[in-house]
């Protein structure tokens, strides 16, 4: 066992730099982003959005794919390699619209004299959209859990000639949001909601520990940089010389962390955003490219003992 490291802040995050000062948090779907000071603080919840519509994955989506065989085109694009070095490979491309990202679900505001209110996203009765959960500072409820959970007719194991290519789960209609993921999302809230918070939180705890106690990295701090905040730390570290081995392994073990908050094998793998967005239109969409920005999330997974969160990946693949 070794001494638990972690960043921390004098101040809270903002919400003009709330990507990068916030400490992400996530259970493989859902995202979370704190910020504000206490007694009026804001959540910003992060989930998939598929073309459209929050959720919902249009029956027209084949991820890309072509929906014909198109081996005719190899041999032309083979010589085009052999004689240019390259070769165009435009025709062996499907359509790619109605693509996926993720982006903000709800605004959560907590108000400590009593008012709790849920902004924007598909929510099921008896939440809806802009609506307020108001506590009475004279009442007696000195606790109040909210478990919250979305979903998406997306089936990453769909995509083939059985779903008539399509990644959208079968016999839906998917312009009902409601009647559609609703009976999905109270599938696994409401089991959620009949438990304490306590036997909640220690099966998240035991989850993310599991994990994480699967490799340790253990660097000694010279410089006392425990007892500095995030920010100091990051604007005096130098490359050069020394360095900082307490902030260079607390930065190791920060990518570990949002690797197990933003992926399991039940969800879509995390990407080059992981599964957080401040925006509707995050950069590069937060989408998925196929290139080294989806690549390195993955360099240290296997080496780290977290190479069971790559199932989501594979699955997509």
């Keep these: 066992m070794v001494a638990g490291k972690g960043f921390w802040s ?3 995050a903002t919400f003009q730099h709330l990507i990068k000062e916030t400490y992400p948090t996530g259970n493989g779907r859902l995202g979370a982003m704190p910020f504000g000071p206490p007694g009026a603080e804001k959540w910003f919840l992060t989930l998939t959005r598929y073309g459209t519509k929050l ?3 249009h029956k027209d989506y084949t991820g890309g794919n072509p929906t014909s065989p198109l081996n005719e085109y190899l041999p ?42 849920l902004h924007r996203g598909a929510h099921t009765r008896p939440m809806c959209s802009g609506s307020s959960l108001v506590i009475p500072s004279d009442s007696k409820t000195r606790t109040f859990t909210l478990v919250i959970g979305d979903a998406t007719n997306y089936d990453q194991l769909a995509g083939n000639a059985e779903s008539s290519f399509s990644f959208a789960i079968t016999g839906y209609d998917t312009t009902d949001t409601h009647s559609l993921l609703g009976p999905i999302i109270s599938a696994v809230t409401s089991p959620a909601a009949s438990k304490l918070e306590s036997t909640l939180r220690r099966a998240h705890i035991a989850d993310y520990q599991d994990l994480a106690d699967q490799f340790t990295l253990e660097l000694p701090d010279p410089a006392g940089s425990s007892g500095i905040e ?18 260079e392994s607390t930065i190791f073990e920060l990518g570990r962390h949002l690797f197990i908050s933003s992926s399991r094998d039940n969800s879509l793998p995390t990407n080059l955003a992981g ?10 969409s937060a989408d998925y490219h196929s290139n080294i920005n989806f690549q390195m999330n993955h360099w240290g997974a296997d080496q780290t003992g977290l190479g069971r969160l790559q199932a989501s990946t594979w699955n997509y693949i």
């Design 10 to 12: 004098s101040t809270p």
């Design 275 to 284: 599964r957080w967005s401040e925006t509707i239109g995050a950069a590069w």
């Design 55 to 57: 959720n919902i994955c």
């Design 230 to 247: 995030a920010s100091v730390l990051i604007s005096q570290y130098k490359s050069s010389g020394l360095g900082d081995p307490y902030l």
């Design 76 to 117: 032309g694009i083979r010589d085009s390699i052999f004689q240019k070095g390259t070769g165009n490979v435009d025709q062996l491309i499907g359509n790619g619209d109605n693509y996926g990202s993720y982006q903000v679900f709800a605004n959560l505001s907590v108000v400590i004299n009593g008012k709790s209110m």
